[in-house]
C-alpha cells in the first residue's frame, strides 16, 4: 500500500491543523493506521492510532504529549486517514509521517510494528 500524507504547514501556537493522508494499492480496511512524528534530532515517536472492533467500533488511542488536542480518526470509504490538531504548541513541530500495519484488530504504539510509510509532511507552530 501507497501513503501520502498532506496537510501540514506553518501554524502559530494555539491554532490547527488537520493532515490528511490518501492510502492507495490495498484493501483499506485490511491495514491499521497510525500517526508518528520526527523532530530534528530525535528518535520518530508515536502520536496516534486507532483499530476496529467487530462491530466497527474505532477505538483510538494518542500519546500523552497530545492527548485531550489531537484526534485520529478514518474514513474507510475514502481510504484516508486523518490527524486534526488543535491547540499547537511549538513543540508539536515535527515531520509526521503516516503508517500502515496488517494487523487492524490491534493497537500498535511502535514503530517497528508498522509495514508501510508516507514519504512525511513538515509542521512547524511558532509560539
Known amino acids: 500500500v501507497q501513503l501520502v500524507e498532506f496537510g501540514g504547514g506553518l501554524a502559530q501556537a494555539g491554532e490547527s491543523l488537520k493532515l490528511s493522508c490518501a492510502a492507495s494499492?490495498?484493501?483499506?480496511?485490511?491495514?491499521?493506521m497510525g500517526w508518528f512524528r520526527q523532530a530534528p534530532g530525535k528518535e520518530r515517536e508515536f502520536v496516534a492510532t486507532?483499530?476496529?472492533?467487530?462491530?466497527?467500533?474505532?477505538?483510538?488511542k494518542v500519546d500523552d504529549s497530545v492527548k485531550g488536542r489531537f484526534r485520529i480518526f478514518r474514513d474507510n470509504g475514502a481510504s484516508m486517514v486523518y490527524l486534526q490538531m488543535n491547540s499547537l504548541k511549538s513543540e508539536d513541530t515535527a515531520v509526521y509521517y503516516c503508517?500502515?500495519?496488517?494487523?487492524?484488530?490491534?493497537?500498535?504504539?511502535?514503530?517497528?510494528?508498522?509495514?508501510?510509510w508516507g514519504q512525511g509532511t513538515q509542521v512547524t507552530v511558532s509560539s
Open positions: 486507532l483499530r476496529q472492533s467487530d462491530t466497527n467500533v474505532y477505538y483510538t
Open positions: 494499492g490495498g484493501p483499506f480496511s485490511s491495514y491499521g
Open positions: 503508517a500502515a500495519h496488517r494487523k487492524p484488530a490491534l493497537l500498535q504504539i511502535k514503530a517497528t510494528e508498522y509495514d508501510y
